[in-house]
């Protein structure tokens, strides 16, 4: 059964003097911690992909602070807590820059993404925000839960205000079972579906800039 931690409202903090005549080493014993990641590795024909004729450029999003670092977030009823002895290998919001990236880099459609060195190549400028991205309990506590993943997409023109085109994704992946061995592919599948649909979306609302015809 996977072991949780409840996240306090308040941080309390302790401390106590110590009065010792002699050297005494106070160092604290500690489990391990096991660490996973999620996103899938790029792939070797991603490599090979032709630059997309459509350049977007990703402006920074928003992402949960509470699911944002390198924590398991799980949700029971009403109550929040983060998966016992176990770590993202970084932030869960750094593994999510990170996957979205290499989706867009391993897909053949005609959009790609722009370095911020090089927003002046843009068409487009695509904002995800991330509103949920976390393990839930909906069917009980030692039930095998589900991951959520839901993520606001918008997607504005070069040089315009308001969003062409928005939508709300979500993606859920069913661990098979209540162990962290199932629950991180179930962040993998999760994950990949939700990019999935984000890439074919900016792929079918990107278009090319039109060229100006020769003047007559």
């Known amino acids: 059964m996977t072991r949780l931690f409840r996240i306090l409202p308040l941080a309390v903090v302790v401390t106590a003097a110590l009065s010792v005549s002699a050297c005494i080493s106070l160092v604290p014993k500690s489990k391990p911690v096991n660490l996973y990641r999620f996103g899938q590795p790029l792939s070797e024909t991603a490599l090979e992909t032709p630059t997309g004729a459509v350049g977007v450029f990703r402006t920074n999003g928003a992402f949960p602070r509470e699911a944002g670092g390198d924590r398991i977030l799980t949700i029971t009823g009403g109550k929040a ?82 969003a062409i085109s928005e939508r709300l994704f979500e993606s859920r992946a069913e661990a098979s079972g209540n162990r962290v061995t199932a629950i991180v592919p179930a962040y993998d599948r999760a994950v990949a579906d939700m990019l999935g649909q984000i890439v074919t979306w900016t792929n079918e609302t990107a278009k090319p800039a039109q060229t100006p015809g020769p003047a007559a």
């Open 81 to 162: 807590a983060y998966v016992a002895e176990t770590r993202w290998v970084a932030p869960a919001v750094a593994l999510w820059d990170a996957a979205v990236v290499a989706a867009f880099d391993a897909d053949p459609g005609p959009t790609r993404l722009v370095a911020r060195g090089e927003t002046a190549a843009a068409d487009y400028i695509l904002r995800l925000d991330v509103r949920n991205f976390e393990t839930r309990y909906d069917r009980g506590p030692k039930a095998a839960p589900t991951v959520v993943v839901r993520v606001r997409a918008a997607l504005v023109g070069k040089g315009e205000r308001q």
